[in-house]
């Protein structure tokens, strides 16, 4: 119960994703959390969003972080293996749930229901596994080695599709809404950061109409090797929640110092620039000192 959102932006040079931070627990409790839907997988940066129930979520993941150096040099190469690894962790989930509490080997399994005849025991069982889902959805978002872009929708019961054409896409129980705004925003691949930014953070607070999406919120910007995978940093946040506040609310309605967040700055979009591209360059510092630190080590 989420919502995540990924989107082309600056004529598909950069992702943008965001991902809300509520965690819930059936139709009983939800509340935002101070957890992240939004993962660096491997040192190509690629990013993974993650919808769904934990158990499903990890095992997926922890097929993905094993194979994790394969992904993203090819996009047709990465949706097979995720596909790949998304079935294997379907196939351990309904032998541990279906098969062994009943001390059944999974060759009798597939034995008793190939049969011309089927038990009913095992038939019982076969109904069970087919009302069965992994509850896990992800999108992957990277750039391959030829440096194009790629938003790998992976979904239940391990399909993989990818969504860089439609240039945007969201997961989770507000998708529906998500999508709906980026559609309605007229959303376009060519436009600036900080504007992607901004409509994708404007879908995410559609979204919240679902009773399952959070307020708060994670955003990451993912930009070609070597800098690749940045978390934007509160201040962006910050401004980009005031411009929301700012723009969204009614023109009968009068700003309300008490009750509306403060009004951005008059330059708040090359503040928003400044800010975003301040954090890109921070990352790319971080990692030259890394290099040079590890470089000086093995001389």
């Not at 919502?3 to 809300?20: G, H, P, Q, T, Y």
């Not at 038939?123 to 509850?135: G, L, N, S, T, Y």
């Not at 901004?198 to 955003?219: I, P, Q, R, S, T």
């Not at 700055?265 to 630190?293: F, G, H, Q, Y």
Request: charged share 25%; proline share 4%; aromatic share 8%.
């Amino acid at each position: 119960m989420t919502v995540c959102v990924a989107a082309l932006a600056a004529e598909s040079r950069v992702i943008v994703c965001v991902a809300d931070k509520a965690i819930s627990y059936g139709d009983y409790i939800q509340w935002d959390s101070d957890s992240s839907k939004i993962a660096r997988i491997n040192e190509r940066g690629i990013a993974i969003l993650m919808s769904g129930g934990e158990e499903g979520i990890t095992k997926v993941l922890a097929g993905l972080v094993a194979v994790a150096p394969r992904l993203g040099q090819n996009v047709a190469e990465t949706m097979k293996i995720c596909e790949e690894e998304y079935k294997k962790a379907v196939d351990d989930a309904v032998e541990s749930r279906f098969l062994a509490p009943r001390l059944i080997h999974r060759s009798e399994y597939i034995a008793g229901i190939s049969g011309t005849t089927i038990n009913p025991y095992f038939r019982a069982i076969a109904e069970e596994i087919d009302k069965f889902d992994m509850d896990c959805e992800l999108l992957l978002c990277g750039f391959d080695l030829m440096w194009q872009p790629f938003i790998i929708d992976l979904a239940h019961p391990g399909i993989a599709a990818d969504m860089t054409r439609t240039g945007f896409h969201a997961i989770g129980s507000g998708w529906e809404k998500a999508t709906s705004k980026l559609l309605f925003s007229e959303y376009k691949r060519t436009s600036t950061v900080q504007r992607i930014l901004y409509e994708v953070f404007d879908a995410k607070a559609n979204a919240e109409l679902d009773a399952h999406v959070g307020y708060e919120w994670d955003a990451v910007i993912v930009v070609r090797p070597p800098i690749s995978f940045c978390e934007m940093p509160k201040e962006v946040k910050d401004l980009t929640e005031r411009v929301w506040a700012q723009f969204n609310r009614s023109p009968f309605d009068r700003y309300n110092k008490a009750e509306n967040l403060e009004p951005p700055p008059k330059n708040w979009k090359n503040k928003l620039e400044k800010l975003i591209s301040s954090r890109v360059l921070a990352v790319l510092a971080k990692m030259e000192k890394e290099t040079d630190e590890t470089n000086s080590t093995t001389q």
